[in-house]
C-alpha cells in the first residue's frame, strides 16, 4: 500500500504532461552535434522532460479553460493506464538505441564506440532534474497565485489573473537574467580575476629584453595571468622555424597585456601599444592583432602556424578582458569584451595608418570564439576604407555574429549554411576541414576576410529559433561531420543545442569548437596571400603540428 502523501504527489501530475514529457525524454536521446556521456544526457533528458510536461499541463489547461468535453471517470482511467504502458515503451525502446546515436557522431570524429548508454544512470539523474525543474515551476505557480489572490481585491479575477501572471513571469525573469546571469558573471569574473592573481606564475619570467614580461618589459610578468603567460612562454622560436624552414628566421614577437594591468581597455590598449613599438613589433613584415576568446586564451594552433609561414617575420598582439569561458558570455551578453577589442584596434590601427606605406607591416585581424565575434565590433568597414588592413581571419564565429550572420543568410542559392559562398568571393570566403578557399573564376580585393568553421560546431551554428523551425544547416547536404540520424524535434532540439553550446570544446580536435592547425594553414595562406610555399612545403607543415598534438598525448 502506498504512503497517501506519494499517491497525492502522483495524482497531482497531469497525464496529458506526463505523455508528452515521456516524448520530449525520448527524443533527448537523438544525437546532435557533440557527444554526450550519461551525466550531461540525463540533466538534458530532465530538463527536456519537464518542458514537455509543462506543455502537455498547458494544453490541458487549454482544453479545460475552453470547456471543450471531458472523458468520463472509467474513460480517464483506461487512457491513464494505456498511456503509461505505452509512455514506458517509448523511453525503454529510444534508451535501448541511445548508445548507437551517440556512436553515429563519435564514428565520424574518430572516437572509441561506447557499449552502453548507461541507461539506469541517465534515467536517475532524468528523474532528479524533471523533479527539481517542477518544483521551481509550482514554486512560481505560487507566486503567480499569491500575486493573483492580492490583486483580486481591487480588479477582477481574470484581470488579476493576467497582470499576476506577467508580473511573475518579470520577477522570475529579471532574477535569472538581471540578478543570476549578468551580475553572477560580473561577480565570477572578478573571482576568477583575483583567483589568477593569487597564483604563483607556473612559468619563469623571461629572460630576453624582447619579450613582454621580461625586466625591460613595460607589462609585469605576474599581471599577464595564467593565459598570457603560457602565450609569452611558449610558441616556436627562431631555431625552432629555421630547423623545420631550412631558411633564415626571426624570433616572432608576442604582446600580450592582462586585466591586471590597467584598470580600463583604454589603458591596456596603450599600454599594448607601447609595448608593440619596444618590442619592434612594427619594424616586422606582418602584425596581427589578436582578440583573446573569453578566458583570455590565445590559441597555439592558431598562432603557431602563420608564424612558421612568415618564417618569424611577425609580430602579434593581444589583450585580455574576462576570465570566462566564451559560451557563458555568449548566452546572456554577447558583447562582452568588444570594448576592449575596439580599444585595441583603434590603438594599434591609429598608429599604424600613420607609418608610412612602405615602411609599414601587413596588418591582420583574427578572432576565435568570442574574440571573432569582438573582431568583428573592434571597428567598422566605412572607417577603414580609406586605409584598409589587409584581412581577418575569423574562426569559430559565434551563432550571435550580427556580421557573420548577415552574410550567411544572404549567401548564394545552393550553398549550405555550414558552408556558405558570398557573391563572387572577393571580400570573405568561408572553409571547414576540407579547404573551400579556392573558388573558380573568385579574385580576391584589396581585403581578404575567412570564415574558419567546422559544421559540428555548436557555437556557430546554436539557433535560438530551432525551438520552432528546423535550422538551415541540418538540410541536405549535411557537413561531413555531422551526424545523418540527427532529425529536429521542436524544443527538444533547442535545448540539445544549448547544451552543446556549454560543452562544445570537449569534441576531439578538428570538431566541435577545437579549431586543428592544419585547418588554420589553408587559412591563413589564403588571408596573408602567402604563395611562397608550395603544396608539398605545405603538407609538411601540417604533418609537423599533426605530430605536435600526437606527442601531447
Known amino acids: 500500500m502506498l504512503p497517501n502523501w506519494l499517491v497525492r504527489f502522483w495524482s497531482s501530475f497531469s497525464m496529458t504532461g506526463l505523455l508528452l514529457a515521456t516524448l520530449f525524454f525520448a527524443a533527448s536521446l537523438t544525437p546532435t552535434l557533440i557527444p554526450r556521456n550519461y551525466l550531461t544526457q540525463g540533466v538534458l533528458s530532465g530538463v527536456a522532460a519537464a518542458a514537455g510536461y509543462g506543455l502537455g499541463f498547458f494544453l490541458r489547461w487549454l482544453w479545460r479553460y475552453l470547456e471543450l468535453p471531458e472523458f468520463r471517470a472509467r474513460t480517464q482511467f483506461i487512457s491513464k493506464i494505456i498511456a503509461s504502458v505505452v509512455c514506458g515503451l517509448i523511453g525503454l525502446a529510444f534508451l535501448w538505441q541511445a548508445a548507437e546515436w551517440q556512436n553515429s557522431i563519435r564514428r565520424l570524429m574518430h572516437l572509441d564506440p561506447v557499449d552502453t548508454a548507461h541507461p539506469f544512470e541517465v534515467g536517475a539523474i532524468a528523474l532528479l532534474t524533471f523533479i527539481i525543474v517542477i518544483a521551481l515551476a509550482r514554486l512560481f505557480n505560487l507566486l503567480l497565485y499569491f500575486i493573483s489572490g492580492q490583486l483580486n481585491r481591487f480588479v477582477p479575477k481574470r484581470i488579476s489573473y ?12 529579471s532574477a535569472a537574467n538581471g540578478v543570476i546571469f549578468r551580475y553572477g558573471l560580473r561577480v565570477l569574473d572578478s573571482s576568477f580575476q583575483r583567483l589568477d592573481a593569487l597564483m604563483p606564475p607556473d612559468m619563469q619570467a623571461p629572460t630576453d629584453p624582447t619579450k613582454t614580461g621580461s625586466a625591460a618589459s613595460l607589462v609585469r610578468w605576474q599581471d599577464l595571468g595564467r593565459m598570457g603567460r603560457s602565450y609569452i612562454a611558449t610558441g616556436p622560436s627562431a631555431a625552432d622555424i629555421n630547423a623545420f624552414t631550412k631558411e633564415p628566421a626571426k624570433q616572432p614577437v608576442r604582446v600580450y597585456v592582462g586585466l591586471e594591468s590597467g584598470s580600463t581597455p583604454q589603458e591596456r590598449a596603450r599600454l599594448a601599444l607601447e609595448e608593440l613599438k619596444r618590442a619592434g ?44 569561458a566564451s559560451w557563458m558570455s555568449l548566452l546572456v551578453e554577447p558583447g562582452y569584451g568588444a570594448e576592449q577589442s575596439r580599444a585595441l584596434f583603434s590603438e594599434i590601427y591609429g598608429y599604424w595608418r600613420n607609418l608610412p606605406r612602405d615602411g609599414r607591416p601587413k596588418l591582420y585581424l583574427f578572432g576565435l570564439s568570442l574574440g571573432s565575434l569582438s573582431t568583428e565590433l573592434s571597428n567598422d568597414l566605412f572607417e577603414v576604407l580609406g586605409e584598409p588592413y589587409q584581412g581577418e581571419l575569423l574562426a569559430g564565429p559565434p551563432f550571435a555574429s550580427r556580421i557573420w550572420r548577415s552574410i550567411t543568410n544572404r549567401r548564394n542559392p545552393g550553398t549550405p549554411e555550414w558552408l556558405p559562398q558570398f557573391r563572387d568571393g572577393s571580400y570573405v570566403r568561408f572553409t571547414a576541414q576540407e579547404n573551400a578557399l579556392e573558388i573558380q ?113
Open 162 to 173: 493576467v497582470v499576476g501572471t506577467a508580473i511573475a513571469v518579470l520577477l522570475f525573469w
Open 441 to 553: 573564376d573568385a579574385h580576391w580585393g584589396p581585403l581578404r576576410v575567412v570564415y574558419l568553421q567546422y559544421a559540428s560546431d555548436p557555437i556557430v551554428f546554436f539557433e535560438p529559433r530551432s525551438f520552432y523551425r528546423q535550422p538551415d544547416w541540418m538540410k541536405t547536404p549535411r557537413g561531413p561531420d555531422v551526424s545523418p540520424d540527427l532529425r529536429w524535434y521542436p524544443v527538444v532540439t533547442f535545448l540539445q543545442l544549448a547544451l552543446d553550446l556549454a560543452v562544445a570544446t570537449t569534441a576531439p580536435i578538428g570538431f566541435g569548437h577545437v579549431y586543428a592547425a592544419e585547418n588554420y594553414i589553408d587559412a591563413w595562406k589564403e588571408v596573408a596571400n602567402i604563395d611562397y610555399w608550395s603544396p608539398v612545403e605545405t603538407d609538411r607543415l601540417k604533418e609537423l603540428f599533426i605530430a605536435k598534438r600526437a606527442g601531447k598525448k
Open 281 to 324: 613589433g612594427f619594424n616586422r613584415k606582418t602584425l596581427v592583432i589578436i582578440t583573446p576568446t573569453g578566458t583570455g586564451w590565445v590559441d597555439e594552433q592558431a598562432i603557431d602556424p602563420i608564424e612558421y609561414l612568415h618564417h618569424g617575420d611577425i609580430a602579434s598582439v593581444a589583450t585580455q578582458y574576462s576570465y570566462l
